[in-house]
């Protein structure tokens, strides 16, 4: 007999959800964590930088309530204050996450780092540990790219960066992502100075670029500075002087200009924490990307095994790194692993994701661009400005747009937002996408006045309004009103 029905490495939102799941289905579960429990998102991911932009959000709204007719003195910002916030929010969460609560589950957590060492056996803690099943969930790290200075100068990531107990004089942020979009603008209103250098031609590069525009202009007017197309050649340290208190480091770019800061934040992307799980012996595929899994999440090498998370990497789909995915993971698990559904198939096509800046950026399914790329015929885009929407006018917020994505027969692929809370709006496109609803259900809801929801149904409402209003429709319309 294994010693555990179900063996879960990681502790993070996708492991957590498993082997919630997987007690509560009344198996013996193992569930192995080697740092801190609730992972990356808890604790080094969105809680706190969603705490932080929170902070900032608040110094934001104090500085711009003049407009409204509110006189305010300028915001003073009490660093110890935010980060007591940012450690709060994260201390508030954390029960939730515990090892005290998943062991009243029944779960045996174990707090060491795990590796395989059959396809059939983990060690951990010096225990050698045989299971029926075992779930990688270890997640994935900030990539520290190959740069020439890199080990000579102090450097920060997503794990350092909400330790800092002082502001940040001048933040230089490597990539223009989403850790990087949300972090510059969250320290650039807390009062730093932000200069982001993104090495491919433009920043969040997988957005579409009408709805990044709108991104770009916000953060600049908050005092971001962005090298777009700029490759980094090499870093020094920049020792402290009678002009620089703090110590730091500068940027030498290819073009040979300098750009000196006090703090280097790494945001170029993630990788899969690979290392130190002994994967060969236990028998398990993986590649730079992650733990190949078939569209079921299963080990496409040992059947024993699958992988969730940021971790896993299904053939097909690739990587992704959400923690609303690691519940999408865990649905599917439930039908692969236990239920032994045939034809379990992991789809990203109602997938959301949202950059959390101000405005924010939220998209559903396919941008423009990948719905072109994807061979996809007859599209129609439709665009509504935030601009024409009765909250926005109240809020003073008019920047944004709604852009949706159409493909024959009035079928929604892709929804974008740019617009204060737009994440907020995702679930509806999701819903849309997922269950194949038809555009009419968009156009035709009811949506509470004034909400900036309404910018989608206005967009959606755009599609038909050719046909409403077309000859033979009032043609229609004339013959009828002679009936009595
Ligand atoms: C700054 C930042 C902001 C983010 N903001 C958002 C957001 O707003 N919304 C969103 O959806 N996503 C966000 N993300 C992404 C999100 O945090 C990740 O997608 C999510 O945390 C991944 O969960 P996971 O369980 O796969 O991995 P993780 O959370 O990384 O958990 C994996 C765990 O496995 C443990 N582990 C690794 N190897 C071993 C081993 N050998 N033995 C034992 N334990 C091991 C690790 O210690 C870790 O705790 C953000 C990420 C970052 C970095
Ligand atoms: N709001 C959210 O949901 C949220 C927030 C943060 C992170 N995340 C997740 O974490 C993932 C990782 O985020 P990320 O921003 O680190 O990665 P990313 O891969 O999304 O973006 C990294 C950026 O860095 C650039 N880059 C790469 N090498 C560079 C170099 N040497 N110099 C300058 N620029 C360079 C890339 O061109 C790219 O634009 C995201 O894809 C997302 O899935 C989600």
Redesign the pocket.
């Known amino acids: 007999m294994p010693d555990f029905d179900v063996v879960v490495i990681g502790a993070g939102a996708a492991g957590l959800s498993v082997a919630s799941i997987s007690a509560g289905l009344g198996l013996k579960v193992a569930l192995v964590e080697r740092g801190r429990m609730g992972g990356d998102c808890l604790n080094y991911?969105?809680v706190p930088?969603k705490a932080l932009l929170a902070a900032a959000h608040a110094a934001a709204a104090a500085r711009e309530a003049g407009r409204f007719g509110i006189r305010l003195p300028a915001p003073e910002i009490d660093w110890a204050g935010v980060r007591a916030h940012v450690q709060g929010s994260i201390a508030r969460i954390a029960p939730n996450d515990s090892a005290a609560r998943f062991r009243g589950m029944g779960v045996e957590v174990i707090e060491a780092a795990a590796h395989f060492v059959a396809p059939d056996a983990i060690e951990v803690a010096g225990r050698t540990l045989t299971f029926r099943r075992a779930v990688i969930a270890a997640g994935s790290s900030?990539i520290v790219?190959d740069?020439p200075g890199l080990d000579g100068v102090p450097w920060l990531t997503n794990e350092t960066l909400f330790d800092l107990e002082e502001p940040p004089g001048h933040l230089i942020i490597?990539?223009?992502?989403?850790?990087?979009l949300?972090m510059a603008q969250a320290h650039a209103r807390l009062g730093c100075l932000v200069t982001v250098?993104?090495?491919?031609p433009r920043?969040?590069?997988?957005e579409d670029p009408e709805l990044v525009e709108g991104l770009r202009a916000a953060l600049v007017r908050d005092g971001v500075e962005f090298r777009e197309g700029a490759?980094?050649a090499r870093v020094e340290q920049l020792e402290p002087d009678s002009l620089a208190a703090q110590a730091g480091v500068v940027a030498v770019l290819e073009d040979g200009s300098r750009i000196a800061g006090t703090h280097l934040l790494l945001?170029?992307?993630?990788a899969p924490r690979l290392a130190g799980l002994d994967l060969v012996a236990g028998g398990i595929e993986a590649g730079p990307r992650g733990i190949v899994t078939g569209p079921d999440l299963r080990s496409v090498s040992n059947r024993r095994v699958w992988a969730v998370g940021d971790i896993a990497d299904p053939k097909g789909l690739g990587p992704?790194?959400?923690t609303h995915l690691a519940g999408q993971h865990a649905g599917i698990l439930v039908r692969s692993m236990f239920f032994r559904l045939p034809f379990t198939r992991l789809s990203y096509a109602a997938l959301p994701?949202?950059?959390?800046g101000d405005p924010e950026l939220a998209q559903v399914g396919l941008t423009e661009a990948e719905a072109r790329a994807a061979g996809h015929e007859g599209l129609s885009i439709l665009r509504w400005p935030v601009a024409e929407n009765d909250r926005a006018v109240t809020e003073g917020r008019p920047e944004g747009l709604v852009k949706l994505v159409v493909g024959k027969r009035g079928r929604l692929l892709g929804a974008g937002v740019l617009a204060p809370h737009a994440g907020e709006m995702a679930g509806v496109f999701g819903l849309m996408i997922d269950r194949r609803l038809p555009l009419s259900a968009l156009a035709g809801l009811v949506l509470p006045y004034p909400t900036l929801a309404e910018t989608a149904k206005r967009a959606a409402g755009d599609y038909y309004a050719p046909k409403l209003l077309s000859p033979f429709t009032k043609r229609l319309v004339d013959l009828l009103k002679h009936l009595p």
């Open positions: 991911g969105c930088s900030a790219p740069l490597l990539g223009g992502g989403p850790i990087g949300e250098i993104e090495a491919g920043i969040a590069a997988k490759k980094v945001a170029v992307g993630r992704r790194a959400f994701r949202v950059t959390y």
